[in-house]
């Protein structure tokens, strides 16, 4: 069975970080490019930032750009979101999700292309 596991959110203060982790299991992500995505309450889920299965390619959306970063290890089947200089319209239900498909030099924004995901991990920014 294929999971998908989030972790590292929780309650931060305006301008300050967290890292969110994000493992797999249930077979290898390595040809899988990995998305983060975030729904705030009462909002649609919306795209945060992709991965490309080499890490030679990664996507943000215009809102985290040059305050978020995203990294993989293949190896320990284990994706990343390092959030830096957070604000309170940050603050949405985080989850990580796996493409369908393989070995893309360009990962998909869309949520449609992620067919397994992970259950959220919760992340609130205190103004």
């Known amino acids: 069975q294929v999971q998908l596991v989030e972790s590292g959110g929780g309650l931060v203060q305006a301008g300050g970080s967290l890292r969110l982790s994000c493992a797999a299991s249930?077979?290898?992500?390595?040809?899988?490019?990995m998305g983060w995505f975030r729904q705030a309450s009462g909002k649609e889920r919306e795209f945060v930032a992709t991965?490309?299965?080499?890490?030679?390619?990664?996507i943000y959306a215009d809102s985290v750009k040059g305050r978020f970063t995203r990294t993989r290890d293949n190896a320990k089947n284990t994706v990343y979101l390092q959030m830096n200089s957070l604000k309170p319209e940050d603050t949405a239900v985080y989850y990580c999700a796996s493409s369908k498909a393989q070995w893309r030099s360009t990962p998909e924004k869309a949520p449609q292309s992620y067919d397994y995901w992970g259950q959220g991990t919760q992340v609130t920014v205190s103004s």
């Open positions: 991965i490309n299965w080499s890490s030679t390619s990664t």
């Open positions: 249930g077979r290898s992500f390595r040809g899988y490019a």
